[in-house]
């Protein structure tokens, strides 16, 4: 393939672009041409270090996509995340804030009060070596009934938690979705 041939086929195959982009990029492979001449190289092996055409137009293709990408975040765009960002902090600071306290409080408290029962147990065991006289059977099973209530509360905090970081994980990335201007929710 001659120089003349590369450069009409790979004028079709910009057949995309306008005009004047078409214009640069083959004056830009018109100079290409030049300079492997100045070398001492043939129109065949200049075009064999080039590539294909049809490969060359859809680097450029892809390339183009990716600058209308990039210039798809204008100044409007990011006027538009600065505004998403400022109204999704004022929510989560005023509606969001208060009850996720409220909800860490009550989860908070659900451990302690298992942690509690279930070393209740323990705290017995050590009031019967210390002072076995003065220790009562009613202690005892009083103790064996509030470390499986403590047992029954903690399997029921850990579902609490695990469920309140899951809920709370997806509002996060909700609010990151909305930041970034996905569409999709």
């Not at 070596?129 to 202690?139: C, V």
Request: glycine share 8%.
């Amino acid at each position: 393939m001659n120089k003349l041939d590369f450069l009409e086929e790979l004028r079709y195959y910009l057949h995309y672009l306008s005009s004047q982009e078409q214009e640069e990029i083959i004056q830009d492979f018109e100079e290409h041409f030049e300079m492997g001449r100045a070398e001492g190289k043939t129109d065949e092996e200049i075009v064999r270090s080039l590539g294909s055409p049809q490969q060359i137009a859809k680097e450029l293709q892809s390339t183009q996509q990716v600058e209308k990408v990039r210039t798809n975040h204008s100044e409007k765009n990011q006027f538009r995340r600065i505004g998403i960002i400022i109204a999704l902090c004022f929510f989560n600071l005023i509606v969001v804030l208060g009850p996720s306290i409220g909800i860490a409080g009550i989860i908070l408290a659900a451990w302690v009060v298992a942690f509690s029962f279930v070393v209740q147990i323990f705290i017995a065991g050590i009031q019967w070596i210390i002072q076995p006289g003065s220790f009562y059977l009613f202690e005892l099973f009083s103790s064996i009934t509030l470390a499986g209530s403590g047992l029954l509360i903690f399997i029921g905090a850990n579902y609490v938690t695990n469920s309140a970081i899951r809920i709370f994980s997806k509002y996060i990335a909700f609010n990151a979705r909305l930041v970034k201007g996905e569409d999709h929710v």
